[in-house]
């Protein structure tokens, strides 16, 4: 119940494409949902964030859609940049004194050219 | 970058030995934590320390054993590890006040156990 699962694995899209990421959970209790990105040699540095009593943050060329009927959330990256390429993580957490945060696995995104 | 150093950057190590990661925040948070990143697999937290009070994941051996002597600084003690503990040991740091938790990562350490 404390998983997140986040597809796809791996995605390839072409200069100015929209890549979309999913994930799922299964825990109705979680109401913070944050997104990490992650470069070669670094670690994971929040992108964006959004708590479940609104439907869509945008920050940016980033936005989150969170559809919590579904329990779903995903991030969307308009006109995607070559930069952009790195691995996105989607996160959930609950309320509590020290806010545990449970990972997706990870999504290896490559904006090519 | 984020405020959050970690020390060594790699290591390499035999299952006999003893060493030491160090991680250091100068970002004035309360909070700290150990994850560990292995490929293609969910970054896993291994242990949290609050307001100075430990938190720990049940699932993460004895061999591993964290110690944070104030807000700033956090050690992951290591002994006689296996080789499956090969991967990325990351720290993060956040402000715990109730409202949302910003984690921030250091670069991390690359572990090699031989």
């Known amino acids: 119940q404390q998983q997140v699962k986040q597809s796809p694995q791996s995605l390839i899209v072409q200069k100015g494409g929209i890549p979309i990421i999913n994930c799922a959970y299964e825990?109705?209790?979680?109401?913070?949902f944050p997104w990490y990105q992650q470069f070669p040699g670094k670690g994971p540095a929040l992108l964006i964030a959004?708590?479940?009593?609104?439907s869509e943050k945008k920050e940016g060329r980033f936005t989150i859609s969170f559809n919590k009927s579904a329990k779903q959330f995903s991030l969307h990256i308009m006109d995607s940049q070559p930069g952009d390429s790195a691995t996105y993580f989607c996160?959930?957490?609950?309320?509590?004194?020290?806010?545990?945060?449970?990972f997706g696995s990870g999504t290896q995104l490559t904006v090519l050219p | 970058e984020t405020g959050v150093t970690q020390t060594p950057r790699h290591l390499v190590m035999g299952m006999t030995n003893k060493k030491s990661l160090k991680c250091e925040q100068h970002?004035?948070?309360?909070?700290m934590y150990w994850y560990k990143q292995s490929a293609k697999k969910p970054l896993e937290l291994m242990f949290v320390?609050?307001?100075?009070?430990?938190?720990e994941n049940n699932s993460v051996p004895s061999r591993f054993s964290p110690e944070c002597p104030n807000s700033s600084h956090l050690f992951l003690h290591l002994h006689t590890l296996q080789p499956e503990d090969s991967a990325l040991y990351l720290c993060?740091?956040?402000?715990?006040?109730?409202?949302?938790?910003?984690?921030?990562f250091g670069p991390g350490t690359r572990l090699t156990v031989t």
């Open positions: 825990n109705t209790a979680f109401d913070y």
């Open positions: 970002l004035g948070h309360n909070a």
């Open positions: 959004i708590r479940p009593d609104v």
């Open positions: 993060a740091s956040s402000q715990d006040q109730g409202g949302w938790n910003e984690q921030y």
């Open positions: 996160a959930a957490s609950l309320s509590g004194s020290a806010r545990q945060l449970t």
């Open positions: 320390y609050s307001l100075e009070e430990r938190v």
